[in-house]
């Protein structure tokens, strides 16, 4: 079965829904495979394949010849396509033309844009134009300059209404989901309780309708330190390493190819 937008969000209320970051066709169809709903070619693959510092530099570019790749790896999950920094916030025009080439380049089902209210009248057009569209509040780090860092949002009651004002903004808009981005767990909640649309948690608690994480983090891929929020469910970097240095071992001690190996 082929997930769509409208199948995901009738899942809210009946079963919490996973969804994991994939950036091409090998780790889209070990997502597909495990049978997660949801995969999110997030801008994310900035830092995490392409050596970016943020996902600022990130690309139209990059983000369809990822998200294209990802597609041919996937069977039945919905594939959310990352809008870029300044793809979408200099005009509506912009955000349908390039939600459009995801669409139509790239065979994204979906697109995730980043902000509260300020994105309502764009996730109008997209809705009404045919395109589903996942909200992305909270720790918004195509913001990272403006919010002078990676913190947890929406810690004082006036900026936790704020954040519950633009959930709301963003669900009467007529996104199909939202994704809340690092914030106290009663707040992730609270804004759960409060929407018709599944909330899509990162460092928002368990009280969301799921949970997102990034590829590369949850299994101890990158060997780098990874935020409170993450549980690595594996660690690949080791053994990854291990493997790496093994090979390079045998080829100099001339042990591989042994006799299994050669024709
Ligand atoms: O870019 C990304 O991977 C994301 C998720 C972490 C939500 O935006």
Not at 11 to 22: H, S
Not at 31 to 56: K, N, Q, R
Not at 175 to 203: D, H, K, Q, R, Y
Request: hydrophobic fraction near 45%.
């Amino acid at each position: 079965m082929k997930w769509t937008a409208a199948k995901l969000k009738a899942l809210k209320g009946k079963q919490k829904i996973a969804m994991l970051t994939a950036y091409d066709a090998l780790t889209a169809s070990l997502v597909d495979g495990a049978g997660i709903p949801a995969v999110l070619v997030g801008d994310s693959l900035g830092m995490t394949v392409l050596g970016y510092e943020t996902t600022l530099p990130v690309t139209m570019a990059e983000m369809l010849h990822h998200t294209a790749a990802v597609s041919r790896g996937v069977d039945q999950a919905l594939i959310i396509a990352d809008m870029p920094f300044m793809s979408y916030q200099p005009s509506i025009a912009m955000g349908l033309e390039n939600a459009g080439r995801f669409m139509k380049e790239a065979h994204a089902d979906a697109v995730k844009i980043e902000g509260g209210a300020v994105r309502s009248e764009l996730i109008e057009a997209l809705v009404s134009n045919g395109v589903p569209v996942l909200g992305h509040i909270g720790l918004t780090p195509q913001s990272i300059k403006e919010m002078g860092g990676y913190k947890v949002q929406g810690k004082t009651s006036e900026q936790a209404r704020k954040l519950m004002d633009d959930a709301m903004a963003v669900e009467q808009a007529g996104a199909f989901a939202i994704v809340l981005e690092c914030m106290p767990a009663e707040l992730g909640e609270s804004i759960s309780n409060a929407l018709t649309i599944p909330t899509i948690g990162i460092g928002a608690g368990a009280g969301c309708d799921g949970q997102v994480l990034v590829f590369t983090d949850l299994l101890g891929m990158s060997g780098k330190p990874v935020p409170k929020f993450v549980k690595k469910f594996a660690d690949l970097n080791g053994q990854m390493k291990t493997a790496l240095r093994e090979y390079k071992s045998e080829v100099e001690s001339g042990s591989f190819p042994s006799a299994e190996q050669t024709y």
